[in-house]
């Protein structure tokens, strides 16, 4: 059900609380990919978290004599993809664990518009001039823990966005873990 979700929306959050194995599962989706000749990267979400961090933003670069400049760095986010665009025939997963614990609105930017309108491209923050689109073998994968935030919470644009699939204690699979162990 999980690859079916991912495979239609290319973008999936697994939900729940505590201990039922959201990160444990998207780390092995992840794992699974790489054994397929795909690529995985997972980066965690927290308040301090930036849309520099994620996407591209200025670094200060201290350079022999003191002095000190500012460069363009690309984020996770720009570096899985600029992989999945060199190589177009195997999928590459960017996890993200904890999504709910950053500032998603202001971390993701403009990724907003391209997780729904997939085949259009936009203008970048910081790259004027640039464009960017995501790949269609990019898929993002979050984790979002039911205890920090209530899904209801969640921003419409995000579940707008995202299929949500719950990982539950009353409910399978989580449900009959422990009777099998």
Do not use: C
């Not at 898929?139 to 539950?168: E, K, P, Q």
Request: charged share 20%.
């Amino acid at each position: 059900r999980l690859f079916g979700l991912l495979d239609e929306k290319k973008q999936l959050i697994l939900y729940g609380p505590p201990g039922t194995g959201k990160t444990f599962i998207a780390q092995h989706v992840g794992e699974h990919l790489k054994a397929h000749g795909g690529a995985s990267r997972l980066v965690q979400f927290h308040p301090s978290y930036t849309y520099e961090d994620f996407f591209e933003g200025y670094r200060p670069k201290h350079h022999d004599g003191g002095t000190l400049s500012f460069e363009l760095v690309h984020g996770a986010l720009r570096e899985i993809a600029a992989q999945a665009v060199a190589n177009p025939g195997s999928p590459h997963l960017l996890v993200i664990d904890e999504i709910n614990r950053g500032n998603i609105a202001k971390i993701f930017g403009e990724l907003y518009f391209l997780l729904e309108y997939r085949d259009h491209a936009v203008q970048l923050q910081y790259s004027r001039g640039e464009e960017f689109r995501l790949p269609s073998n990019l898929y993002v994968l979050g984790t979002m823990n039911t205890a920090d935030r209530s899904i209801a919470l969640v921003d419409s644009a995000l579940r707008r966005r995202f299929y949500f699939l719950g990982l539950i204690p009353t409910r399978n699979p989580v449900g009959r873990v422990l009777k099998e162990w």
